[in-house]
């Protein structure tokens, strides 16, 4: 399943968000959106979503272009992950994560079936989906909001900063089971993060945004040995310390 961006902008009156961005998301790979605040990296993922629509240029899922009148159906094919959760307060868990299949006329069986499966996977206590969600930590909150975005076996992951509000401990515990994850599923993964040391640890390829453009692509190695300009060099040297280089 494949993702292409032909010449997005956006603009938010004075700011450009966007500046004419065209590329092409790898097929089953992690994909790491990298690049100081208000560079347009979450202004990408809710384009790709389909939450905003851009000023010009245009979406392709598969070979086929986003527009109103399909992107319901493409909707349910990518799962969504934003960074407090975005769970909501007035449903436990469990409500939250079964939402959509309830409203897509899943049987009980096969909804239960899925949430163990998934609870499963991202190390999380089926009971513990009884909470609400003022009652989890907020390393759980991720983990629930991550069932949640899996429950309709998307082909498309995209997380938005899911881990920018957590403690330096739990982080690492979800960098390490996010990076299993995405390795056992295969699915096409788009993620947004500020830290180039996690970007280097869960991205097969990542991309380095600044005002709005791509400034350069690739695996960490070649932004280290080969940055393309000054501010790569800047941005990297910020961060470098903090990498595992081998």
């Known amino acids: 399943m494949s993702v292409e961006l032909r010449n997005i902008t956006k603009t938010y009156t004075p700011i450009h968000a966007l500046e004419n961005i065209t590329f092409q998301f790898q097929t089953d790979s992690t994909t790491v959106l990298i690049g100081p605040s208000g560079c347009g990296k979450s202004t990408l993922i809710r384009i790709i979503i389909g939450l905003i629509s851009p ?52 049987d009980e069986k096969k909804i239960s079936d899925r949430i163990i499966e998934l609870s499963e ?26 069932i949640r975005a899996l ?45 180039l040391n996690e970007a ?10 600044r005002n709005g453009e791509v400034v350069q692509v690739g695996e960490i190695k070649s932004f280290i040995e080969c940055p393309k300009n000054d501010f790569v060099k800047k941005f990297i040297s910020a961060q470098r310390s903090m990498l595992d280089l081998k």
């Open 55 to 106: 000023d010009s240029g245009s979406v392709k899922v598969n070979g086929e272009l986003l527009a109103r009148s399909n992107i319901w159906e493409y909707r349910k094919l990518m799962g969504y992950v934003i960074q407090d959760g975005g769970l909501f307060p007035h449903l436990s868990a469990e409500d939250n994560v079964k939402i959509m299949a309830k409203y897509l006329g899943w």
């Open 121 to 146: 996977l991202t190390k999380f206590p089926v009971d513990g989906l009884k909470r609400f969600p003022i009652e989890l930590s907020g390393g759980q909150k991720q983990r629930v909001s991550l």
């Open 200 to 209: 280097a640890y869960l991205g097969d390829s990542i991309v380095l945004m």
């Open 151 to 195: 429950m309709l076996d998307p082909k498309f992951l995209l997380l938005d900063e899911p881990l920018g509000a957590l403690d330096p401990l739990i982080r690492f515990d979800l960098q390490t089971d996010l990076k299993e994850i995405f390795k056992r599923l295969k699915k096409t993964v788009i993620m947004v993060t500020h830290d």
